[in-house]
């Protein structure tokens, strides 16, 4: 089922997620759902506080990029309780965007390397190095699961530069080609 995207204001974009476990109900039909809804979205990257959800779980498809980036052919999976252990020393900026955040992208940097733990939907535990693009999307997604969104890792300028476009978005004023669920305004 296609889930509504959560918008910026909604406040669950702004809690803390819960682990969540591995007998958690509906588990694989939520992940189900979530590909779901990323795929209509056409994002790369979802997290269930974008679907009104405050627990640990993500969903990243890189599939779409196997043109561009053949290494990530076939790549979708999904992360339980995902937490970054470490972050490596080197950085670099991207430019970002987020479905909760439609029509807003900006460059945002970040570390290149990540070590992160996780369980699969089996509950088997895993713990790995990941980098490039991967690594990028899964801070991305993992800053949701803490209450943040990428807007709110700019500099003070560009934050200023952004702060009509979020209030816009805060007030349920919402533009995307997939089905959302704003902030009343």
Not at 114 to 133: K, M, Y
Request: proline content about 6%; aromatic content about 8%; charged content about 30%.
């Amino acid at each position: 089922m296609i889930l509504p995207i959560y918008t910026y204001g909604q406040g669950v974009l702004r809690k803390t997620s819960e682990d969540i476990t591995p007998d958690y109900s509906g588990l694989a039909q939520l992940v189900a759902d979530m590909f779901e809804t990323l795929a209509k979205s056409e994002g790369v990257g979802l997290a269930a506080p974008q679907i009104g959800k405050a627990i640990r779980v993500v969903v990243v498809d890189l599939d779409p990029l196997k043109d561009d980036e053949p290494q990530y052919a076939g790549f979708r999976r999904a992360y339980i309780n995902p937490h970054i252990l470490e972050y490596g020393d080197k950085t670099d900026s991207y430019d970002e965007g987020c479905l909760s955040l439609p029509g807003i992208n900006e460059k945002v940097k970040r570390p290149t390397t990540i070590r992160l733990a996780w369980d699969d939907t089996d509950g088997t535990h895993h713990e790995e190095w990941v980098d490039g693009f991967l690594a990028r999307v899964l801070q991305h997604e993992t800053d949701h699961l803490e209450g943040k969104v990428f807007t709110d890792r700019l500099t003070p300028l560009r934050k200023q530069l952004v702060k009509k476009k979020l209030n816009t978005l805060a007030r349920g004023h919402v533009s995307a080609a997939y089905r959302v669920k704003p902030p009343r305004g």
